[in-house]
């Protein structure tokens, strides 16, 4: 059976990367002072920050049904079943329209539920893409990457609060005070939402409470203290030195493991803003080791 593999910008990928990995991307629409963009099409990382940093008016979407449609019925001309990975369901409706989508396919099309997005999205459909060349059909790859949902997570330090009180996620008066006080809130997408985990006076003490965060989800949750089995990824927001530098001084603590650094998608970066530092980890599927 030839399976072929579907995800969305969100994961991090290019159009230029998928073709290079076997990976068809389907772009993520922007909505931006009334107009429509499309990422990695019409919309680059640099255009996006210097439309935001503008004060555009600027909102996410979802790719249309017909866009859906027309991508999974050019493959299945040369593939017999497509797996789709879209970003967290809880993020996006993108995932509930593709799964209602895929219901006139019998079962050709399966819609993965994983709750990832950005590198963890793109470690998804990497190891699809994998699996599927191991033999494992459409149905199984699905089950396999559902099954494993639980297995990754993704923490985030913010620049700036200016862009979490635009979005609604905190209240003006909460924002006035944390940027008097300098306050580096740190984020985690821990299964399907965006959501609060701690809190920080500098970048110092954000890095340093994502880096303890990370060695207890080894110890504890993924019981691969030394990393050996499991995949780091780090991810900026237009902070790209920065970054680097964070996943230089985490590699040093676990050498020899996979690592994998790249800029978060143009979605997670509406409601945070540049300047951000993400820290993630994903074990690795046993079915590949």
Avoid at 97 to 113: H, I, K, P, S, W
Avoid at 192 to 197: C, Q
Avoid at 231 to 238: I, P, R, V
Avoid at 262 to 278: E, F, K, N, Q, T
Wanted: proline share 4%; with cysteine; aromatic share 6%.
């Amino acid at each position: 059976m030839r399976v072929a593999i579907v995800t969305d910008s969100n994961s991090g990928i290019t159009q230029e990367q998928g073709t290079e990995l076997g990976i068809s991307v389907l772009p993520m629409p922007f909505m931006i002072d009334g107009e429509t963009y499309f990422e990695d099409i019409d919309l680059s990382q640099e255009e996006f920050y210097q439309r935001m940093n503008a004060g555009a008016d600027i909102s996410t979407s979802q790719p249309s049904p017909k866009a859906v449609t027309d991508l999974w019925d050019g493959l299945l001309k040369d593939y017999d079943a497509v797996v789709h990975i879209p970003m967290s369901s809880g993020l996006s409706g993108a995932c509930q329209t593709a799964r209602m989508l895929a219901e006139d396919y019998d079962g050709r099309v399966q819609v993965v539920n994983n709750h990832r997005i950005s590198v963890t999205q793109r470690q998804s459909a990497l190891d699809a893409r994998d699996l599927a060349a191991k033999g494992y059909s459409a149905e199984q790859i699905r089950e396999i990457l559902e099954r494993t949902h639980r297995d990754s997570i993704i923490y985030i330090t913010v620049d700036t609060l200016k862009y979490l009180k635009k979005g609604g996620r905190i209240t003006p008066a909460a924002a006035a005070l944390g940027t008097l006080l300098k306050i580096k809130p740190v984020l985690t997408i821990d299964g399907e939402k965006l959501d609060a985990f701690s809190k920080a006076r500098t970048i110092k003490q954000a890095k340093l409470t994502m880096t303890t965060a990370l060695a207890h989800d080894l110890e504890e949750r993924f019981l691969d203290k030394e990393a050996r089995h499991t995949y780091l990824q780090f991810a900026h927001t237009l902070n790209d030195a920065a970054a680097r530098e964070f996943m230089d001084s985490i590699m040093e603590l676990y050498p020899g493991t996979p690592a994998y650094m790249d800029r978060l998608p143009l979605s997670i970066a509406c409601h945070i803003g540049p300047g951000a530092l993400a820290i993630a980890c994903t074990k690795k599927l046993e079915e590949l080791e």
